[in-house]
Structure formats: structure tokens, C-alpha cells
């Protein structure tokens, strides 16, 4: 290939700078990916306000919504799904249509740009969960569509059937029905030109449930980290208090529950030296506070609430090991983030955060069952704890890690990734005449 640059079609439904969770992955993309090739974003009309103060973006279209969508959405999915505790699988269904409505109207905007071959690749990047077709893929004969990383579908551990009912995982069979029932769906994996997988269960996934070829498919992580978590070298206490730390949603399966139980569990020796920080608000924070009294850990457990991202990098830095039991994890940031400044992290091997996590980085635990994952995570607690010269070795190799997830170096791979999609398409058209 040449050095000009690229010139792609990001669809982003997804994709705002001030928001977290998947919104601001898919903005992390488009700003990363812009920097390296000509990108034209197409995205929701709900990301204008956020986009419109940075001005360094402008080749930006915004698919409006009509408006019995906009009188859908807040009367039907948010008063049904998300009145005090998210019910996410049924929200995901109900609120299907307005996805729906977005997918038909980029078809319609841009289908004929991308059958004249206006753009060397379409990149389609939100929603990232395995259920939602992408409409574009129809127009894709001549330039090569892409899509993800897709990422999901990952199942509760056996074991944590009350934790899977209080996230209403019984509902997991509408992904089932949605397969066979939304249109475009199937379409889009049998023909999607190159697929992103943001796990390696999701990988596998897709490719039994589609016959999918290596060649079309490729794990590829979703989440990643801003320079500014990067640190280079990390002073390891040493002979003093031993800071733990917790960052997440306080919900049930993020199990903070089960690390302060861990803690509880301590040896006297042990439990002396540390201290844990638990960063976040949610659903299940008066039952923890509730927890920590009865326990006795009032003096060991400080509750640090919901913090901005710069002050919650002040909490990472202070740290010394980062504990997330979390049972059901598809990306998993905060692992990442812990990682960049230099944190062992004890993990669930479950999903997405048993991947990032290496021997040389940390422990990952087997959630055989609520009562093994407790047990190993005290005593992998008490390892750290006690051994000064692992948790510098672990330390290092948590920042050497944590390179490969930095925004920029992604963004290479993802260009090396579109050159590679590119050149296959080329040939198979050449192959083909």
C-alpha cells in the first residue's frame, strides 16, 4: 500500500468523549483511528453536544432520530428497564427499534457513496454486543465491510447462580430468539468482510455459531488506555502498609463483596498491613458498608465513591495490588488501567480480564464456586502481601504489559489490520473475474 492515507467510514452509533463505558470506547477509536487515516464518523445524533466542543472534528455526520423514537425510548425501555436496578438483557431487546431506526438510516445515507468506493473500508464499531446486525454489510461487494470487536455472550460461572438471577441472566434466551428473528443479522457475520472479536470465548463463539474461517475473524481487545496511565517506573513499598484496591460499578457481579470477605478472612499478621480502597457507587453500596461494619473493617475499608478519571489515576498510583473479583467481565478497563501503573492484579480467570492478566502480572483464579474464589483470593492476597520482591516483579511486568493497550499503538494495529482486509478483497475480486 501507499502512504496516503486511508480513507474510511467509521459507524460509531455509540460515541461520546464525556460519557464511559462503551460510548467512550467507541469515541477512543474514532480518535485514535483519525489520527492515522481520513475518517469520516457517522454517528448518533445524541453524541452532537459532546462532539460539537472538540473541535478537531468535523467530517462528522449525525443520524437523527424520529420522533416517535425519541417518545419510545424514555416511555418503554427506560421506564420498564431501568427504574432503580438496570435490567440489561431486557433493555437490549426493548430497545432494539432505536437501533434499528439508526442501522436503516446510514444504510440509506451512505449506500451509495460505499458501492461507488468512496471509502477503501467501512468500519462498523458500536454496538459492540454480539446481537445487533449491521445493515451497511448489503453494500459491501466492491469495499471491504469490517465490524467490532464484537464482544459478549459470556456466561456466568457455575456457581453463581444467585449473582446470574439478580442480573436477570434468565432472560439470556432473547439472544436466541434475536438471532433468528432480526433481519440482517446472520447476513452481517456471513458476509462482514473482517470480524473483531474483543474475547477469545467470543471468538470462538461467533466462529462455531457462523463457520467462520480465520481469515475472516481476529481477536482483537476492546478496550484500551490513555497515555497518561502509562508509567514508567513504580517505587514498591516495602515493609509498611500494603494498599489494596477495588474500582468498578458496585453492583452484584463485580463481587466487591467477596474481597471485602476476603479481607475479613486475613490472617492477623497479614491483615495489620493492609488497607482497601473501593472506587465507585452503585446499587449494592449501603449492603457493602452494611458488610464492612459487621465485619469489623471499618478501619481497614474506606469507600471512595464515584471520582473523575484523573483522580481515579491518583488511586491506582497510591495502590499496591489491584483486586477485582469481578465473575463476569467482557472488557474489563480498570485491569488494563491497574496494569499501566503498575499494579499486580488478582483476577477470576472468566472472560475478557483472565486474558489480560499473565503469570508474570498476577494471579487468576478459577470461580469454581463463590467459596474457592473468597478462599483464593485471601490467600493470593497474603502472597503479595508478604512478598516484597514478587510484587516488584509483577509490578514491572504489569507495565511492560500494558504497552500493548495504549490508544495509538491499537490504532496502528487496527491500520495494519484495514491494509491487510484491503489487499484480501482485491485479490479475491481479481481471483474472481
Given at each position: ?13 455509540q ?5 464511559a ?44 432520530e ?18 432503580g436496578k ?14 434499528a ?14 458501492k ?18 449491521f445493515?451497511?454489510i448489503k ?11 464484537i ?53 470462538n ?60 478472612r486475613?490472617?492477623p499478621s ?22 464492612v ?10 469507600f ?5 478519571q484523573e ?17 463476569r467481565?467482557f472488557?474489563?478497563?480498570?485491569v488494563m ?25 498476577g ?20 502472597i503479595?502481601?508478604?512478598?516484597d ?11 511492560e ?5 495504549e ?27
Amino acid at each position: 500500500m501507499n502512504n496516503q492515507k486511508l480513507k474510511v467510514l467509521l459507524i460509531v452509533e455509540q460515541c461520546n468523549p464525556e460519557a464511559a463505558s462503551v460510548p467512550l470506547v467507541g469515541y477512543k477509536f474514532y480518535q485514535a483511528i483519525s489520527k492515522l487515516a481520513d475518517v469520516e464518523l457517522v454517528t448518533h445524533e445524541r453524541n452532537k453536544t459532546p462532539l460539537s466542543k472538540l473541535k478537531e472534528h468535523n467530517n462528522i455526520t449525525y443520524i437523527t432520530e424520529s420522533e416517535l423514537t425519541k417518545k419510545y425510548f424514555p416511555l418503554v425501555v427506560g421506564r420498564l428497564t431501568m427504574k432503580g436496578k438496570n435490567n440489561w438483557p431486557l433493555a437490549n431487546v426493548l430497545g432494539y427499534p432505536v437501533y434499528a431506526e439508526f442501522n436503516h438510516r446510514v444504510y440509506e445515507a451512505f449506500k451509495d457513496k460505499i458501492k461507488r468506493g468512496d471509502y477503501d473500508l467501512v468500519h462498523a464499531i458500536t454496538p459492540m454486543q454480539p446481537r445487533y446486525p449491521f445493515k451497511v454489510i448489503k453494500a459491501g461487494a466492491q469495499t471491504p465491510v469490517m465490524i467490532g470487536p464484537i464482544n459478549g455472550g459470556v456466561p456466568f460461572p457455575a456457581g453463581f447462580e444467585e449473582i446470574a438471577k439478580q442480573e436477570y441472566a434468565y432472560l439470556n434466551f432473547f439472544r436466541a430468539i434475536g438471532r433468528a428473528l432480526i433481519p440482517g443479522y446472520v447476513e452481517t457475520y456471513k458476509k462482514a468482510d473482517k470480524i473483531l472479536a474483543g474475547s477469545t470465548y467470543t471468538l470462538n463463539m461467533l466462529k462455531d455459531m457462523f463457520a467462520i474461517p480465520d481469515s475472516r475473524i481476529e481477536l482483537f481487545y476492546e478496550n484500551g488506555i490513555a497515555s497518561t496511565f502509562l508509567t514508567e517506573t513504580k517505587k514498591v513499598t516495602k515493609g509498611r502498609q500494603i494498599n489494596l484496591l477495588f474500582v468498578a460499578r458496585l453492583v452484584p457481579y463485580k463481587c466487591a463483596d467477596i474481597l471485602i470477605e476476603a479481607v475479613s478472612r486475613l490472617e492477623p499478621s497479614v491483615k495489620e498491613r493492609v488497607h482497601l480502597t473501593i472506587v465507585g457507587d452503585g446499587q449494592e453500596r449501603n449492603s457493602l458498608e452494611a458488610q464492612v461494619g459487621k465485619l469489623n473493617l471499618g478501619e481497614k475499608v474506606k469507600f471512595a465513591g464515584w471520582v473523575g478519571q484523573e483522580e481515579t489515576v491518583e488511586y491506582y498510583r497510591q495502590a499496591d495490588i489491584f483486586c477485582f473479583p469481578s465473575i463476569r467481565e467482557f472488557g474489563g478497563a480498570v485491569v488494563m488501567e491497574a496494569m499501566a501503573c503498575g499494579l499486580p492484579c488478582i483476577v477470576p480467570n472468566n472472560g475478557g480480564i483472565g486474558e489480560y492478566v499473565t503469570e508474570e502480572t498476577g494471579f487468576k483464579i478459577e470461580p469454581n464456586s463463590r467459596e474457592y474464589l473468597t478462599q483464593e483470593l485471601t490467600n493470593k492476597i497474603t502472597i503479595l502481601v508478604e512478598d516484597d520482591n514478587l510484587r516488584e516483579r509483577m509490578s514491572a511486568k504489569s507495565m511492560e504489559k500494558a504497552k500493548e493497550f495504549e490508544w495509538d499503538r491499537k490504532a496502528e494495529k487496527i491500520i495494519e489490520i484495514y491494509q491487510k482486509t484491503i489487499a484480501h478483497k482485491k485479490a479475491a475480486q481479481f481471483n474472481s473475474k
